[in-house]
């Protein structure tokens, strides 16, 4: 049994080495503990955004022929604002960046513009600059999946 804590007396006046430690008190505090922390959990599930990976660099291997010309739409962040471009890099859009920031509301409506035109493309390329925060390629990402856009690959670009 475990004891108080207390060492037994032994013969000779000396205390004995033998110490009986209760751990009956942290066993039910660590169970208490357990359990707290399980019913307390936030059981939650996270959101993403499936992404793909544009290639960087031209592969030896031939691609398939497609049946259909694809749109190839890429959106382009720069420190001056938006650029849709579409096949071969021909511009449909350039949206400047405003004194309060960038215009997402002009991005959105020429992206639906496009999905309007060409429903068949569900791609968009995201393509940005080194020095654009983290959070605006979030913002055009958001906005791609808003406007019907779901095949986001993201590509860098130099500056």
């Known amino acids: 049994m475990a004891g108080g804590g207390t060492p037994t007396p032994s013969r000779g ?9 209760n751990l009956v008190p ?8 357990i359990s707290f922390l399980l019913m307390s959990a936030v059981w939650t599930q996270i959101a993403r955004i499936e992404v793909k990976q544009a290639p960087n660099v031209p592969s030896d291997e031939i691609p398939p022929p497609e049946e259909k010309e694809k749109l190839e739409l890429t ?12 096949k071969r890099g021909e511009v449909i859009r350039e949206i400047e960046k ?7 509301n002009a ?8 999905v309007v035109e060409f429903p068949d493309n569900e791609d968009v390329t995201v393509a940005s600059e080194d020095n654009i925060p983290y959070e605006e390629l979030i913002t055009v990402m ?5 406007s019907n856009l779901p095949g986001i ?7």
């Open 153 to 159: 690959a993201i590509a860098g670009r130099e500056s």
């Open 13 to 21: 006046g000396k205390r004995a080495v033998d110490f009986q430690l």
């Open 75 to 86: 959106v382009v962040i720069s420190t001056s604002g938006y650029t849709i471009t579409q």
């Open 107 to 114: 991005l959105r409506e020429v992206l639906k513009q496009v």
């Open 98 to 104: 405003g004194d309060d920031g960038y215009n997402t």
């Open 142 to 146: 958001d906005i791609c999946l808003d």
């Open 26 to 33: 942290m066993i039910d505090l660590l169970s208490v503990l």
